[in-house]
């Protein structure tokens, strides 16, 4: 299928356009995860640089967005982490609708492997943390190493091209999600601290719209967009972190696909366009062809590009900046809480991701596609410790004290670093070398036929 040319007139002056592979590139999550690097490595120099000071200063600066006597005041920090995190979490919530709906997780027996991969993943890292910090300030960071970093795992995955079966990447997004969801569920559940009845009881009247605009079959985004800007004011307000509020927005954007009978009306419209060109019928046209894409497609396509490729990059650059002076990095080779982290990643990760999918395979619960070794299974377990974005997120909200962040922050580099290192290993060395986790086929199982069953008849 070719693709179609790029719609309007051609422009007079020629721009260079840049290569397919390029665009492919740039679409894709290894694209974010790549500046998303070089944000928190920029961070860490200008942390540790002579111009160290200033860091924290600028993202203490205070920004104040108002409207009469109602407004918010927020350091650029809060901005970043309350405010712009929230794009990142509706993309979050957007593919998980979408592939409930209409994606790989429709089919409830095709993920029982990734999803208790996903559990074990969850609660092995949280116990082996809580067991190195029991008691004080630093038991509550206990949620820090439950979440995986998809942009940077699925980064490294593409640097191993045809090596990497596909069902291998599919394995890992479909327990990305099941992830994300657990950690979302800490985030609302674990780290609100207080709340405020009156912004809930709005947050809970602007839910109930957005359900009624599904409802009421509402395809257009603005009122969607409208009502996320009040939900998301409404639960900051509330004492529940606000970024929940993308979560919200992108599980209840509709996600289900268009009836027949509105993709055969396109074709109307374009008739008449062709029989006057007026712009009435051309916003009818560009209305028509809107309406046979979900709202969730067509929302997602907007906002994945400003999650992977401006907040997550900037928040790296303003929570990732930790002084790694002589001083600091003595302390974080004895804190409990760095060596937790640490372990809760790399040791967590590992272990309960690659026991629990086993447990799953053995017992017949499911099974992992042919081209799926368990060479393959142990490397990507060993990424999924990779817990970057979501890990610095919640150790934003654990801790009060700076120190234990900074600890908790080296931590998550320390670990993530090795588990990127460890993972890239296995998966070199053991990825083709073990037994397949499924090796009798990769084809679906046929259907049974119609009852009634019968005894066949032997042809005489």
Known sequence: MTAPPRPGPGLR???PQVAPS???FLATEAGGAVLLLLAAVAALIWANSPWSGSYDRFWSTTAELRLGDAGFDMTLHHWVNDGAMAIFFAVVGLEISREFTTGELRDRRTIAVPALGAIGGLALPAVIYFVCNRSGPESSGWGIPMSTDTAFVIGILALFGPRCPDRLRLFLLTLAIVDDIGAI???GIFYTDHLNLVGLAVAVATVLAILALRWLRVWQLPPY???SVVLWGAIHVSGVHATLAGVLVGLLVPAVPPRPDQVE?????VRAL???SNATRVGLTVAAAKATVPANDRLQRVLHPISAFVVVPV???ANAGVHLDGSALRTASTSSVTLGVAAALIVGNTCGITA?????IRTGLDQLPGQVRYGHLLGAATLAGIGFTISLFITELAFTDESLRDQAKIGILAGSLLAALAGTVILRILGERMPLCSPLTDEPVPRLPPRPWRTPVPAK
């Open 13 to 15: 002056v020629r721009l």
């Open 22 to 24: 390029m665009r492919e």
């Open 185 to 187: 569920t800490v985030v």
């Open 225 to 227: 967009i409208l009502a």
């Open 265 to 269: 009306e396109v074709p109307i419209y």
């Open 274 to 276: 062709q029989e006057d």
């Open 315 to 317: 928040f790296g650059l």
């Open 356 to 360: 629990a999918s086993l447990i799953a």
